[in-house]
């Protein structure tokens, strides 16, 4: 699996669909009778690694049947690279057919591959201790850089009743959080009839009678209402943090972006919400290296992000994708300068993150542990509900709880705690 929260969450329902044939899902790295690769096609990188491991999965096992599905083959340019591979087992399924691949593979739904797109479903999220629960799919925004409107089209809500009625199944399973994804989660409930909005969701969510907590995925500022910072700051189940993507903080980048707000506009948003709910966790994405991007408008971007002081940062380049708006604008800087651009950023980044997370020295929080041990220390690990992830000792027990977690010390590298049990 490649790509977004919504791929994971899709691959994991194309899984179930296979089990319920009677397939036996393996391991990755053994050999299979058939693989599923579910692609992404954000950026030229990944492109490129979805081919390779195609070609991975080739030589791994000739004999075996190849499901290319995903956002890389929504693109007819891309559909010809896989056939040049010239591997006559390589099935080809659009985005729009990842519900009924087990039925092509089998050879019963041939005759309705054009039919409508079927709602995909979970039931469990295998080796995670998060599930991830989309709600919405598509995007109606045009941001000059992006291929995701194209690829996956127009935002479309899921049923409200059977993302509850989901939820009610995860949580059963044993998960104590809930992520909720979307293409672009804000637009939830515009499309429906009656119109809802996401908050309602959560509120829904909320009424669910067990414990476990509900995070937000991504969303963007234009759908970060009042409402839903209201809702956020008196919740006893929503975690306390937004990842709110920014892409730059520069008012002509912005506009080159066809982003619908401007630099100021986030900064008024992130005062607003702090004052509402001050030890709130904010992250972002910055994107570098826009074409256009300027010297100036880099610095514009270091000031921006210096004033909002993300607690985390996602930092990229651009890749320019062929069918958006972007992709034919000139003057992109090298790829020496995006280079030096992306360092500053990342040691700006380091230093927001150290600083937030000093913050809770000597205050306990509430940690949803992880099932696999941190790599480095060998101590249980997990997230707390503002997104810092803490390492502390304890018995493989507390895996998969949620568990109380005195933070006593913070580097660079790391927030460490003890478990705070009665």
């Not at 499309?191 to 809802?196: E, I, M, Q, R, S």
């Not at 476990?212 to 809702?231: C, G, W, Y």
């Amino acid at each position: 699996t490649f790509g977004c929260k919504v791929n994971q969450y899709e691959s994991q329902a194309i899984s179930e669909l296979f089990l319920r044939e009677g397939f036996r899902q393996i391991d990755n790295g053994l050999v299979a009778d058939i693989y599923v690769l579910n692609t992404c096609t954000v950026t030229q990188k990944t492109d490129e690694e979805c081919l390779r491991l195609a070609r991975q999965l080739i030589r791994r096992n000739p004999q075996s049947k190849i499901i290319v599905t995903g956002c890389f083959i929504q693109d007819d340019r891309n559909i010809e690279k896989l056939k040049n591979l010239s591997w006559s087992n390589l099935i080809i399924a659009k985005n729009s057919e990842k519900s009924r691949l087990p039925h092509i593979v089998l050879g019963k739904d041939l005759q309705s591959r054009a039919s409508c797109e079927r709602d995909l479903y979970i039931s469990d999220f295998f080796n995670h201790s998060r599930a991830f629960l989309k709600i919405q799919d598509g995007c109606s925004n045009s941001c000059s850089y992006c291929k995701i409107p194209l690829v996956r089209g127009a935002s479309r809500s899921r049923d409200r009743g059977l993302i509850l009625d989901e939820a009610k199944r995860l949580i059963d399973k044993g998960f104590k959080e809930i992520v909720l994804c979307g293409i672009c989660l804000g637009a939830f409930g515009r499309d429906l009839a009656p119109k809802t909005e996401l908050t309602d969701l959560i509120g829904d969510l909320e009424n669910i009678n067990a414990d476990f907590r509900i995070r937000l995925s991504s969303i963007e500022a234009t759908d970060v209402t009042p409402r839903l910072i209201e809702k956020m700051g008196s919740s006893k189940k929503i975690c306390r943090h937004l990842h709110i993507p920014f892409q730059s903080g520069d008012d002509k980048t912005l506009s080159l972006m066809n982003r619908k707000l401007k630099s100021d506009d986030y900064k008024r948003l992130i005062e607003f919400i702090r004052k509402k709910i001050p030890d709130i966790a904010i992250t972002s994405d910055i994107m570098v290296g826009f074409t256009g991007e300027e010297k100036e408008s880099f610095q514009n971007t270091l000031n921006f992000v210096n004033q909002i002081s993300p607690s985390r940062l996602h930092i990229f380049p651009y890749s320019p994708r062929p069918g958006t708006a972007s992709f034919s604008f000139p003057n992109r800087p090298t790829e020496k300068v995006v280079k030096e651009r992306m360092e500053s950023l990342s040691l700006l980044a380091r230093e927001f993150s150290y600083n937030y997370r000093k913050i809770f020295i000597n205050k306990t929080v509430r940690v949803l542990v992880e099932s696999r041990l941190d790599k480095k220390t060998g101590q249980l690990s997990g997230y707390s509900d503002n997104y810092i992830r803490v390492v502390f000792n304890g018995k493989n027990e507390l895996k998969n709880c949620l568990v109380p977690v005195r933070i006593e010390d913070v580097t660079i590298d790391y927030t460490k705690g003890s478990a705070s049990l009665t």
